[in-house]
């Protein structure tokens, strides 16, 4: 699973004409964002440590709910 989560990152990446190291900063959410295996792959990836502005679920119910309300408006 992280294998192909890494994956899209590289293709969106490549549609963007970036590589990781290009990057900025990395921001993660979700409670799979707590699993270390999911933070090394990150690190391993981009070259840099993942951060999280906001509890990773609170960011997930935040994006569902600005989701939703664009979702009414059209």
Same mark, same amino acid.
């Given at each position: !699973?992280?294998?192909? #989560?890494? $994956?899209?990152? #590289?293709?969106?990446?490549?549609? *963007?004409? !970036? %590589?990781?190291?290009?990057?900025? *900063?990395?921001?993660?959410?979700? @409670?799979? %964002?707590?699993?270390?295996?999911? $933070?090394?792959? !990150?690190?391993?990836?981009? @070259?840099?440590?993942?951060?999280?502005?906001?509890?990773?679920?609170? *960011?997930?119910?935040? @994006?569902?709910? !600005?989701? $939703?309300?664009?979702?009414?408006?059209?």
């Amino acid at each position: !699973l992280i294998d192909r #989560s890494l $994956q899209a990152c #590289s293709e969106t990446l490549e549609r *963007a004409g !970036l %590589s990781p190291g290009e990057v900025n *900063a990395v921001f993660v959410s979700g @409670g799979t %964002s707590y699993i270390p295996a999911v $933070q090394n792959a !990150l690190v391993q990836y981009f @070259g840099k440590v993942p951060r999280s502005a906001v509890p990773p679920e609170r *960011a997930v119910l935040v @994006g569902a709910a !600005l989701n $939703q309300a664009f979702l009414k408006k059209t």
